[in-house]
């Protein structure tokens, strides 16, 4: 496989926000399902989907003020029964703590190996994103891994560059991002595509189609 592919995912819509930020977000399935095809015609090659209530738009989950415990036993838990329906999980980890977690899984046969994980860098009480984080994230991980990463906010963009220039695939979308420039809110998940598409040609990457995506990923099937 070319090592200038990228694959590049389109995070659609999150679990969080309404079109009181950005009135372009989708959050009816019918516009989240046309704004992740029109991503990938853009270039993206896999969609991060979160759903949202079919009558109402809101959001499935809630971050806001609440906590989420991942405690270990209940992380063993969920593993396995990924595991068990043979299912290939997307390991996020928000801080270098998670990675040794997501490691003790690996080891312990709840997740197989190659894996695959997404560095989140951003989120507010996690790692911050910084070249330091990512390059201290990605030298934590497994040598077989397949890795995405990401930034969110003003920090999207150059998170795109960053990943793709350490050998890691990327990450846009209204989830992530907003906005296609300081001040400017972004017209569709396709404009935000396009962009990091330009990004990633101008750093002599391209983006994989979703063929070479899922060798890339190490997807079965």
């Not at 959001?59 to 299912?87: C, K, Q, T």
């Not at 963009?157 to 300081?182: Q, W």
């Amino acid at each position: 496989m070319d090592s200038e592919k990228v694959v590049l995912t389109v995070s659609v819509t999150g679990s969080i926000g309404d079109r009181s930020s950005n009135p372009a977000l989708p959050v009816t399935p019918k516009e989240i399902a046309k704004s992740a095809v029109d991503a990938g015609k853009a270039g993206a090659a896999v969609a991060h989907i979160h759903v949202r209530d079919v009558q109402t738009g809101k959001p499935s989950m809630d971050f806001g003020p609440h906590v989420f415990i991942n405690y270990l036993p209940h992380v063993e838990w969920m593993a396995e029964r990924i595991r068990d329906a043979g299912v290939k999980p997307e390991l996020e980890v928000f801080d270098m703590g998670h990675i040794e977690k997501a490691k003790h899984l690996i080891r312990t046969g709840r997740i197989k190996s190659p894996p695959l994980f997404q560095l989140c860098t951003g989120i507010r009480w996690g790692i911050p994103a910084t070249p330091e984080s990512m390059i201290a994230m990605k030298g934590l991980l497994p040598h077989d891994a397949a890795w995405t990463g990401f930034g969110i906010g003003a920090t999207a963009f150059p998170m795109v560059a960053l990943a793709s220039v350490l050998g890691g695939n990327v990450r846009i979308g209204f989830e992530d991002c907003l906005y296609i420039e300081k001040g400017k809110p972004a017209s569709s998940n396709r404009q935000l595509v396009e962009k990091a598409v330009d990004i990633l040609r101008l750093l002599g990457r391209v983006p994989a189609r979703p063929a070479e995506a899922r060798k890339l990923l190490n997807l079965e099937g």
